[in-house]
């Protein structure tokens, strides 16, 4: 889940990577939290900094990284919670 706000830029940054990643990997689901419209939620995750991905695994938070990674980041720490 990629955590964002609209006035954020790394996060506008991230958007485009993330979008490409869920075009090309349709095995995981990739969502989005607005932290601006959602405060309950990214209180609930403790989300302090943006952008924030949150990565699940069968419905368990089991990972997050903060900052506009570059893909290889991205795709690399998907890849490892995926093996």
């Given at each position: 889940i990629d955590c964002w706000a609209v006035?954020?830029?790394?996060?506008?940054v991230l958007t485009p990577v993330m979008e490409q990643l869920a075009r090309e990997h349709g095995e995981i689901a990739f969502g989005e939290l607005n932290v601006d419209e959602n405060m309950a939620t990214?209180?609930?995750f403790n989300i302090m900094s943006i952008p924030t991905l949150l990565y699940f695994r069968d419905e368990k938070l089991v990972d997050r990284t903060v900052g506009?990674?570059?893909?290889?980041?991205?795709?690399?720490?998907?890849?490892?919670?995926l093996a």
């Open positions: 006035w954020c830029f790394p996060c506008r990214a209180r609930r506009a990674l570059p893909r290889e980041a991205v795709e690399g720490r998907l890849g490892r919670l």
